[in-house]
């Protein structure tokens, strides 16, 4: 039997969970699902895809979304659209993004940090099986799930992934993850994301992302060129991590050979990890996000949560049809593999 198309009718929003140019995110809630399940609702404006030419990145994006499927990256439910927007339906993460505890700790222990970067990187790695980089990891993109693992969102999709020319004058966003072949357009590969993997487990350890300042054409002369300092609090193994995957030479870089992230999870940052544990969630995560209820906000900025929840089709559009967007994943309760 044929499923019936979903649409936005078949949503109730309930709350704003984030907001930027490219349209916002609600907390929703499946009307006819009789298990009352939560999802994370992104609207996409159709204007805002079409002025940056992006409408077949776009349609690639919410592809990849459909086939990918891992413990440690945000599914796909439900893709549809309206005459001015996009919607993509996705697993509803009330931990928040992991930024949000990073600022409120300060900084996180080498075993919270190693947690992490212990499960983006088998998310990592099976992207890179799949042939897709990421290219955007930081930490507003990484989120927690109820218990406290980590879950890598944003496919291009998002306010600064919809930008695909990374050149330093046109890239949009903050270049502070960035790998330094990227900055200068020269072509890259996969080992770009194991420059950012280095760069987020710096600002985990740390607070702040390597190479700081507010200057963006220092930091980019910075990233480029300068020598790193580490903090005395940092070991030396974890030091020693950090120093190979932030590599400026991505055929030097830990990662960058053929095995890709089997590298390096053979260094001995990792060698108390049973990483068959961490791929099947057997591995207690070092923080629980307190969640009240199921539709408990409090891991969100309040900026966003306080603003009225209004879905909207007012204002200017293109009223253009996105084809083949449309999109029913397996119903709840389904098995999915790897
Ligand atoms: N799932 C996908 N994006 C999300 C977000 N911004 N917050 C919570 N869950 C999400």
Same mark, same amino acid.
């Given at each position: 039997?044929? *499923? !019936?198309?979903?649409? #936005?009718? /078949?949503? $109730?929003?309930?709350?704003? &969970?984030?907001?930027?140019?490219?349209? +916002?995110?609600?907390?929703?809630?499946?009307?006819?699902?009789?298990?009352?399940?939560?999802?994370?609702?992104?609207?996409?404006?159709?204007?805002?895809?079409?002025?940056?030419?992006?409408?077949?990145?776009?349609?690639?994006?919410?592809?990849?979304?459909?086939?990918?499927?891992?413990?440690?990256?945000?599914?796909?439910?439900?893709?549809?659209?309206?005459?001015?927007?996009?919607?993509?339906?996705?697993?509803?993460?009330?931990?928040?993004?992991?930024?949000?505890?990073?600022?409120?700790?300060?900084?996180?222990?080498?075993?919270?940090?190693?947690?992490?970067?212990?499960?983006?990187?088998?998310?990592?790695?099976?992207?890179?099986?799949?042939?897709?980089?990421?290219?955007?990891? *930081? !930490?507003?993109?990484? #989120?927690? /799930?109820? $218990?406290?693992?980590?879950? &890598?969102?944003?496919?291009?999709?998002? +306010?600064?992934?919809?930008?695909?020319?990374?050149?330093?004058?046109?890239?949009?966003?903050?270049?502070?993850?960035?790998?330094?072949?990227?900055?200068?357009?020269?072509?890259?590969?996969?080992?770009?994301?194991?420059?950012?993997?280095?760069?987020?487990?710096?600002?985990?350890?740390?607070?702040?992302?390597?190479?700081?300042?507010?200057?963006?054409?220092?930091?980019?002369?910075?990233?480029?060129?300068?020598?790193?300092?580490?903090?005395?609090?940092?070991?030396?193994?974890?030091?020693?991590?950090?120093?190979?995957?932030?590599?400026?030479?991505?055929?030097?870089?830990?990662?960058?050979?053929?095995?890709?992230?089997?590298?390096?999870?053979?260094?001995?940052?990792?060698?108390?990890?049973?990483?068959?544990?961490?791929?099947?969630?057997?591995?207690?995560?070092?923080?629980?996000?307190?969640?009240?209820?199921?539709?408990?906000?409090?891991?969100?900025?309040?900026?966003?949560?306080?603003?009225?929840?209004?879905?909207?089709?007012?204002?200017?559009?293109?009223?253009?049809?996105?084809?083949?967007?449309?999109?029913?994943?397996?119903?709840?309760?389904?098995?999915?593999?790897?």
């Amino acid at each position: 039997m044929a *499923k !019936p198309t979903p649409g #936005l009718d /078949d949503f $109730e929003s309930l709350r704003v &969970l984030g907001k930027g140019s490219y349209g +916002k995110v609600f907390l929703v809630r499946h009307k006819d699902s009789g298990s009352e399940k939560l999802y994370a609702m992104k609207m996409l404006r159709k204007e805002h895809v079409l002025n940056r030419n992006q409408v077949e990145h776009t349609k690639t994006e919410r592809n990849v979304l459909e086939h990918v499927s891992h413990p440690f990256i945000v599914s796909l439910h439900y893709a549809f659209q309206t005459p001015k927007k996009l919607y993509l339906v996705l697993d509803y993460c009330p931990g928040g993004e992991l930024f949000f505890h990073l600022s409120r700790a300060g900084r996180f222990s080498e075993g919270r940090t190693r947690f992490y970067i212990c499960e983006l990187l088998l998310a990592l790695e099976y992207l890179h099986s799949l042939n897709i980089i990421f290219r955007d990891l *930081k !930490p507003e993109n990484v #989120l927690l /799930d109820a $218990e406290g693992h980590a879950k &890598l969102t944003d496919f291009g999709l998002s +306010k600064e992934g919809i930008c695909d020319n990374f050149s330093a004058r046109t890239m949009c966003g903050t270049p502070e993850y960035l790998a330094p072949e990227l900055l200068d357009s020269k072509g890259h590969g996969r080992a770009v994301d194991w420059y950012s993997l280095g760069a987020l487990a710096y600002e985990m350890l740390t607070g702040l992302p390597p190479y700081y300042t507010q200057d963006r054409n220092l930091l980019f002369e910075r990233i480029r060129r300068a020598a790193l300092s580490y903090p005395q609090y940092i070991s030396p193994v974890a030091k020693s991590l950090l120093q190979s995957l932030l590599e400026r030479q991505p055929e030097k870089r830990l990662g960058g050979g053929p095995h890709d992230g089997v590298e390096i999870r053979s260094h001995s940052f990792f060698s108390s990890v049973d990483w068959e544990a961490i791929y099947q969630r057997l591995v207690t995560p070092p923080f629980k996000p307190k969640v009240a209820g199921a539709a408990d906000v409090s891991n969100f900025e309040k900026e966003f949560v306080d603003m009225p929840v209004v879905v909207s089709e007012a204002g200017a559009g293109p009223g253009v049809h996105f084809d083949g967007f449309t999109y029913q994943g397996e119903q709840p309760g389904t098995v999915m593999g790897l």
